[in-house]
Structure formats: C-alpha cells, structure tokens
C-alpha cells in the first residue's frame, strides 16, 4: 500500500501568514496528487490536481508542488476563509487506487 | 453544472448491510470518462476511499473493505449504488459520494449510525 503521511497534523497560523503543509508519500506517485480543503460540516473541496494545477475558481493564494515522494501545498496569505482541514489524495495504478492522507488541521493562532 | 446527492437510511443495525444510492444530476453517468466513488469520514477523523465503479461496471475497491462491499451502477437512472454488509458501530460515519479521478464534484454527505 501506499501511504501519505502529512506534517503538521495541526497548524496555528494568523491572517496573512504564509503557510505550507507537506504530503510525503512512501512510494514515488509521479504528480499523481491532489488537496482538498474540508470545513466543518462540508463536504471536501478540491483545490490543486495533479499536483500544482489550480483547480477552476481557486483563489491563486493556493498553490501546489512536488513530485515522486514529497509535495507541498502553500497558501502565501492566509485568509479568515482558509480555516479548514486540508488533505492530501493520491492516485496510482496499485489497490488501494486512492488513498488520502490524514489531514492538517488550519487553526487561528 | 455536475450534481451528486446521497440517499439511503440514516440508522443501520449492527451485523445488517447498509445501503445508499448517489444520484447524478446535470449530467450523465455514462457520457465521459471517469470513475463514481464512495468515501467515508467516521466523526472527527479523516477521509477513507471504499470503493469505485466506471459506467460499464469494472470496480475497484479498497482491501480493507473488499469482502464486504458491493457498488454498482444503473446508468438508466444515473445512479450509483453502495452495499456495505456486516456492519458495525466502526462503519458510523458521513458517506460521501464523488466523480473521480479527482474527487470532484462531492455529494453533501449523509451520517449513518451504526447502532441497534
């Protein structure tokens, strides 16, 4: 199996700190990766594709990158709305197909 | 504009088989290339694929699950459907339905509660 393993679990950040949250996974995935942004309640929303294509109608403070192992997802001005947990997801042609990391949670410092 | 909606009971007994059925709306299941997808989120813990289906019927689904899930597709309703058998109170939790292979767009989610 693969397994995406994500750092911070927790994060306590201000309004327009820069934030970056890391995916490693154990085995290399290509750009075979995408984030999510889930809110209280909500249902996930996807962010970046592929490892650092922005997502229709995603503000262009989220940005991806990374490949093979070790990816990023950095948000350069966090906002009262980027509160959230965000997961990592890959995709590989092995069972189980896709798999998601266990979330960093966003918090307001 | 692609819509997905969850259906099924919301309370299942333990040991019987939970069942739920995603719509798709503004689109068909059948019309392009992707697969249809079931997630689940126990309460405050993080996300687990079950299984997915492509609108001729191949399905992949995740090993921990496999003996105990079924998901099929009736593209003549644009739906998709999930079995679970066997449940028990670890199996309570929102169930997401989604087109992959990205998530997106996701249902809104429904609980259901494993418990007699």
């Known amino acids: 199996d693969i397994q995406l393993t994500q750092s911070p679990s927790f994060l306590s950040a201000s309004v327009g700190d820069r934030v970056t949250i890391t995916c490693r996974a154990s085995?290399?995935?290509?750009?075979?990766l995408a984030w999510y942004q889930q809110k209280p309640g909500k249902a996930p929303k996807l962010l970046i594709y592929?490892?650092?294509t922005l997502q229709s109608g995603v503000p262009s403070r989220f940005s991806g990158s990374g490949s093979g192992t070790e990816f990023t997802l950095t948000i350069s001005s966090l906002q009262p709305e980027d509160f959230a947990t965000y997961y990592c997801?890959?995709?590989?042609?092995?069972?189980?197909?896709?798999?998601f990391g266990q979330g960093t949670k966003v918090e307001i410092k | 504009q692609l819509q997905l909606q969850e259906s099924g009971p919301g309370l299942v007994k333990p040991s019987e088989t939970l069942s739920l059925t995603c719509t798709v709306s503004?689109?068909?299941?059948?019309?392009?290339?992707?697969?249809w997808g079931w997630i689940r989120q126990p309460p405050g813990k993080g996300l687990e694929w079950i299984g997915s289906?492509?609108?001729?019927?191949?399905?992949y689904y995740n090993p921990s699950l496999k003996s105990r899930v079924t998901i099929s597709v009736d593209t003549s309703k644009n739906q998709f459907s999930l079995k679970l058998s066997s449940v028990t109170a670890a199996d309570t939790a929102v169930y997401y339905c989604?087109?992959?292979?990205?998530?997106?767009?996701w249902g809104q989610g429904t609980l259901v509660t494993v418990s007699s």
């Open positions: 989604a087109r992959q292979d990205w998530f997106d767009p």
């Open positions: 503004g689109g068909s299941i059948s019309s392009s290339s992707y697969y």
């Open positions: 289906i492509y609108y001729s019927g191949s399905t």
């Open positions: 085995q290399g995935i290509s750009s075979y």
């Open positions: 592929a490892a650092s």
């Open positions: 997801q890959q995709l590989n042609s092995y069972l189980p197909k896709w798999t």
